[in-house]
């Protein structure tokens, strides 16, 4: 991990939160230039390369805690619908 550089830029950080995969990205870069990951080396997170193996955007793996896991509460409002027989 010693050979990564972190990309310096001017650009706003983009975050992206998925309550289902439980993950928080940010990117740095522009994610269409990722060519290439690695796993942190004291988490499960991943870090985004670019084709120079400069860091340009990070995966927070199990971003919310447990208490709040966001999936647990979408398969309940699931559950309730599917018990009424609504659509959604």
């Not at 080396?41 to 870090?47: G, L, N």
């Not at 699931?78 to 959604?88: D, T, V």
Request: positive net charge.
């Amino acid at each position: 991990m010693d050979n990564i550089k972190i990309k310096k830029t001017k650009n706003k950080i983009k975050v992206f939160i998925d309550p289902i995969g439980n993950t928080l990205n940010m990117w740095w870069g522009n994610p269409k230039d990722s060519r290439s990951a690695i796993e942190a080396e004291k988490s499960w997170d991943v870090i985004a390369l670019d084709k120079e193996k400069q860091a340009i955007g990070l995966e927070k793996l199990n971003f919310f805690p447990k208490e709040i896991e966001p999936l647990n509460y979408i398969k309940d409002i699931q559950k309730i619908l599917i018990e009424n027989k609504l659509n959604f």
